[in-house]
């Protein structure tokens, strides 16, 4: 049996690395449930904003701690821990608020994906 369009280019998506599991299952963006495909380019956006700090593609090369290739459970804890205060930051306290619960499981699995 063919496989359906949407399947194989799911399956192109995922073999090129640019999209993590996460990506499959939908997200909640300003309190909205939201489907895949619109989760992956939402991730994507607020990703951008981190290169600010973190470097072009969260590699960055001076103080401000990478991003790129971390492990995803590190990056989560991370986020979780600067949201709930539990961890000292100059920045990070202040501009993880606000996110759900699925842009920071998108966000850690987006940076620990990139190569
Ligand atoms: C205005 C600059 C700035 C922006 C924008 C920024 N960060 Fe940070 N980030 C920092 C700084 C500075 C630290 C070190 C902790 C602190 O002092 O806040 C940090 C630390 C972190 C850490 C912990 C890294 C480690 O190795 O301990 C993670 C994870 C992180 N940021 C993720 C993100 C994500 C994801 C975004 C985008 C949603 C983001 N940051 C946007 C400045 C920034």
């Not at 599991?21 to 939402?42: E, F, K, L, R, W």
């Not at 991730?43 to 904003?49: D, K, L």
């Not at 842009?103 to 990139?114: M, Q, T, W």
Request: overall charge neutral; some cysteine.
């Amino acid at each position: 049996m063919k496989k359906p369009i949407k399947a194989v280019i799911a399956t192109l998506w995922l073999a090129t690395g640019a999209a993590g599991a996460a990506d499959q299952a939908g997200c909640t963006i300003a309190g909205y449930d939201m489907p895949p495909n619109v989760c992956a380019s939402h991730t994507r956006t607020i990703a951008s904003t981190c290169f600010i700090c973190h470097g072009p593609n969260g590699k960055s090369q001076a103080a401000i701690p990478p991003l790129a290739g971390r492990d995803k459970a590190e990056l989560l804890a991370a986020l979780q821990d600067f949201r709930d205060g539990k961890r000292e930051a100059t920045v990070m306290q202040k501009y993880v608020k606000g996110y759900s619960d699925s842009e920071y499981e998108d966000l850690a699995d987006y940076f620990s994906a990139i190569k």
